[in-house]
């Protein structure tokens, strides 16, 4: 019997969803609110950014709508999803959520004044430049090695 569920994924389907690991231990986010950050960062573009109805997310997560709204409030408050409500022209008309995921803690982001160049924490493997920190002089340290033997 064919799939009738248009929202479900087709068996040639191979997409997936990247769910980072401070997510997934978070100790106060339900199944299902990590459920939907994963369905959240299929539609989302590279900044994070997606735009499904409430009820397409339903429909994906076979829930209500009401549902949808309780496990985004979680993310919301572990920092791991900003919703943006949006209307339309008349203000009688809603149009969907803009749907924002992070990859990190919104607390552990910069200020839009600081450059995230210039930002180092535990959080951040690297600097996120394209320069590369100046390499020290090898031959110097293994001189300063040697001495240290020899004495």
């Known amino acids: 019997m064919p799939n009738l569920d248009s929202t479900a994924p087709s068996e040639n389907s191979h997409t997936f969803s990247i769910i980072p690991e401070w997510v997934l231990d978070h100790k106060e986010l339900s199944h299902g609110a990590v459920r939907l950050y994963g369905i959240l960062a299929r539609y989302s573009d590279k900044k994070g950014v997606s735009w499904p109805s409430r009820t397409t997310l339903a429909n994906r997560l076979r829930c209500t709508t009401m549902t949808i709204d309780r496990w985004a409030t979680e993310l919301v408050k572990a920092e791991a999803l900003t919703v ?4 339309g022209k008349s203000e009688k008309h809603n149009l969907t959520n803009l749907w924002t995921i992070h990859k990190v803690p919104t607390s552990v982001l910069p200020p839009h004044k600081t450059s995230v160049s210039t930002l180092r ?3 951040f493997r690297r600097t ?7 390499k020290k002089d090898t031959s110097s340290l293994l001189d300063e090695l040697i001495q240290k033997e020899t004495k």
Do not use: G, N
């Not at 943006?84 to 209307?87: A, E, F, G, N, S």
């Not at 996120?128 to 100046?134: A, G, I, Q, S």
């Open 84 to 87: 943006t409500r949006r209307k």
């Open 121 to 123: 924490t535990s959080v």
């Open 128 to 134: 996120r430049t394209k320069e590369l920190e100046p």
